[in-house]
């Protein structure tokens, strides 16, 4: 199994731009989260998704931000306008059932200048 | 979820058994405890998770004391590929939702 697949895994845009953010999750899982990670404020979950349906979006900063997931084996998060405390790696993850096992991927570092 | 106390950072030798400590005094007879680590530059990696009965596997053990407030996750032969921040976290029932919350970890380095 290829695992989590991430893309991109670097981004550098910047400021008002839009950032599209794109996981595969493994096969046969159901459960699909996003996290983001910053030095000063750790790891965060900001999305999790359930048979594609948005489950929880507390975590989400605000209103720029928006998650999406289509069909089982694509989700994308979106960024639009981008602003420089954006910057951060975002992580992807997924788990089959309820386990607390979650596989990640590698991460997307984003810069926004 | 229950709030969990670990050190910031620890040293291990190499060769030797490391044994990461974990407070969570205000877990519930529900929630199970769940070690993660993270390598640098790398996504977390699920390690072990347990309720009340200690539990082994290729990685690690956790110990889980009596009374359920503190663990304890031992890296059998820590290797140095084992330097990485370990997060402890309990996670509740699943009327609360499949939230995993992360913590400020503890950074291990294991030095030759």
């Known amino acids: 199994d290829a695992g989590v697949i991430q893309s991109p895994r670097h981004e550098v845009t910047e400021m008002g731009q839009e950032v599209t953010l794109r996981c595969k999750p493994i096969?046969?899982?159901?459960?699909l989260f996003w996290y983001r990670q910053t030095m000063m404020r750790g790891l965060e979950l900001l999305i999790y998704?359930?048979?594609?349906?948005?489950?929880?979006d507390s975590g989400m900063p605000e209103d720029r931000f928006s998650a999406k997931m289509p069909n089982a084996s694509f989700s994308t998060l979106k960024i639009q306008p981008s602003e420089p405390r954006d910057s951060a790696v975002y992580f992807c993850a997924s788990s089959p059932g309820y386990t607390g096992e979650l596989f990640f991927g590698e991460g997307s570092r984003l810069t926004v200048l | 979820d229950a709030k969990t106390t670990q050190p910031t950072s620890m040293d291990c030798a190499e060769g030797r058994a490391a044994n990461l400590p974990c407070n969570h005094s205000t877990i519930s007879g529900n929630e199970y405890v769940y070690w993660y680590r993270q390598i640098h530059s790398q996504g977390p990696q699920y390690i072990i998770h347990?309720?009340?009965n200690n539990e082994t596997n290729e990685m690690a053990s956790l110990i889980i004391t009596e009374d359920r407030k503190s663990s304890t996750l031992i890296l059998p032969h820590a290797t140095l590929r084992d330097t990485a921040v370990y997060y402890c976290?309990?996670?509740?029932?699943?009327?609360?939702?499949?939230?995993?919350?992360f913590g400020g970890g503890t950074r291990v380095l294991v030095k030759p």
């Open positions: 347990g309720l009340k």
């Open positions: 976290i309990v996670r509740g029932i699943k009327a609360a939702g499949n939230k995993l919350t």
């Open positions: 096969s046969g899982h159901d459960y």
């Open positions: 998704f359930n048979n594609n349906v948005p489950i929880d």
